[in-house]
């Protein structure tokens, strides 16, 4: 069920796509290609913003992968996260389910940290899982962060496979504050004391972050020959440029951007490896490719942090900068080329991929995601009409087609001010005013009371999960 606020509007562009598909014929691409069970390769970067990659306009961060990346496939621009850091935003892309639901969201500490109980409820259906019913082999390489004790680690989550981190990079740290503090995060991997695993198992602690990009696409790679002949799944989620930043001596020093564009410039390295590897396999065919990030830059930390580009603020925030992320869609005689500026979120991945593979969504739950097929694959419209910014359990802000109100605005990390609850909700028209910086909330209230339908409708089937974040031991 998933929450079904603009059905006759969605009936009629539906409608009017398949007329104009019949008169037409085909102009789009299709999914032929990608047969009964295509394979599904996730790239989730963390903490990089939407302003951080070439082709999304960064003057000096050289990404020439990922803007080839874009360019035979599809760049979305107004694709979000459910949340604006890291948990919260990892539980609704593997979930479809925005995280107040599954209890992966909370009012008490954002994120999950290497004392915390708990993690993924088992309850929860993950898109590993899903794809297990028909078969899928699923890997999950790099950072976890939905809960560190073995019941709820990746292969407690239906991946057969993890190499990762289990939490943040910048976590069981030992040293000095002051010297973190002084050095914006940066300091040797030494003073991160964080555990490197290999499904159940620590195998090395601390992790050495100067090589992990390099070996996430490695573990990667190998992952794809092993499996190229059944379909797999693949969740890359990178631990980087997360702060602290760490490149191999292959990247260190080399961009103009600093270590920040090394790390980025590692990364995209490896998806050009990672694409290079398809084809030489034979799989780019019938293989979806996405790349997006978990939330906005981290911009407290000055030069260290990313860049949202021209959207405002970054993670922590339900501003633009917080929550909306690159995103490239890539499947050669598949996935039309086009720049896309459909709404799309990370929840939609399991919806999209759960009806390419032929696996049922599950009835028992409210689903929050939509099928982006018909946007993918036909340059048709997204069935997304609306998008919900959460901070922990309160919705914050709500966007319907180009509107966004805020109903609540808050600063994370020292900036962008304390909370303020807005009696009349600040509107922003985000086609005209991407920056949210010209407030219309007093000129439109009628635009208002539509979002306003909106939220309460969502709000009318809304039951929270019992907070998983919270609990420490
Ligand atoms: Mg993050």
């Known amino acids: ?7 006759k509007k969605l009936y009629f562009k539906t409608l009017i796509t398949l007329i104009l598909f019949n008169s037409c014929g085909n102009f789009g691409q299709s999914q032929e290609n990608l047969g009964k069970t295509p394979n599904f390769i996730i790239i989730f970067a963390d903490d990089l913003g939407y302003g951080d990659l070439g082709t999304y306009g960064h003057p000096t961060i050289k990404t020439p992968y990922l803007d080839q990346m874009a360019t035979e496939g599809q760049k979305w621009t107004n694709f979000y996260v459910g949340a604006s850091v890291c948990t919260p935003s990892r539980a609704a892309l593997l979930t479809g389910r925005l995280p107040v639901r599954s209890g992966m969201a909370s009012d008490v500490k954002r994120v999950l ?45 239906g991946f057969d496979y993890y190499f990762g ?43 050495d ?26 969740y890359l989620a990178h631990n980087l440029p997360h702060i602290p930043l760490f490149a191999s001596k292959d990247f260190l020093g080399k961009s103009k951007r600093g270590i920040y564009g090394d790390v980025v410039a590692e990364i995209d390295h490896g998806v050009g490896q990672i694409i290079a590897t398809l084809k030489e396999e034979g799989l780019d065919k019938n293989t979806i490719v996405v790349f997006t990030s978990d939330n906005g830059p981290w911009l407290s930390y000055g030069i260290n942090g990313g860049s949202a580009g021209l959207l405002k603020a970054g993670k922590g925030m339900t501003w633009e900068g917080g929550m909306r992320e690159p995103c490239i869609f890539w499947s050669p005689s598949n996935i039309a080329p086009a720049v896309v500026s459909e709404l799309g979120t990370t929840m939609d991945l399991f919806t999209t991929f759960s009806a390419l593979a032929g696996v049922p969504m599950p009835k028992d739950r409210v689903m929050d995601g939509y099928d982006l097929s018909v946007a993918l694959f036909k340059n048709g419209p997204s069935p997304r009409n609306g998008v919900f910014y959460y901070r922990g359990t309160q919705l914050y802000a ?63 089937n809304l039951v929270k999960g019992k907070d998983q974040l919270a609990d420490v031991e």
């Open 209 to 234: 972050q100067n090589t992990i990009t390099k070996r996430y696409t490695q573990e990667t790679i190998a992952y794809i020959k092993k499996n190229k002949d059944n379909p797999f799944l693949i």
């Open 398 to 460: 709500a966007r319907l087609g180009g509107y966004k109100a805020h109903y609540i605005t808050q600063g994370s990390y020292g900036q962008f001010g304390d909370k303020v609850v807005h009696n009349t909700p600040l509107l922003y028209n985000l086609n005209e005013d991407p920056s949210e910086n010209f407030d219309i909330g007093a000129k439109h209230p009628e635009i208002l009371a539509d979002i306003d339908r909106l939220v309460k409708k969502h709000q009318s």
């Open 165 to 207: 981190i289990p939490y943040s990079n910048d976590m069981d740290f030992v040293g000095n504050r002051d010297e973190y503090r002084e050095a914006n995060g940066n300091l040797p991997t030494e003073n991160f004391n964080v555990p490197l695993m290999r499904n159940t198992e620590i195998i090395e602690r601390p992790a």
């Open 1 to 7: 069920m998933t929450d079904q606020v603009f059905t």
């Open 113 to 157: 940290f290497p004392n915390s109980k708990f993690g993924l409820p088992t309850s929860e259906i993950t898109l590993a899982e899903q794809l297990k019913k028909v078969g899928y082999s699923t890997a999950c390489i790099g950072k976890w962060h939905l809960g560190h004790k073995e019941e709820y680690l990746p292969t407690n989550n």
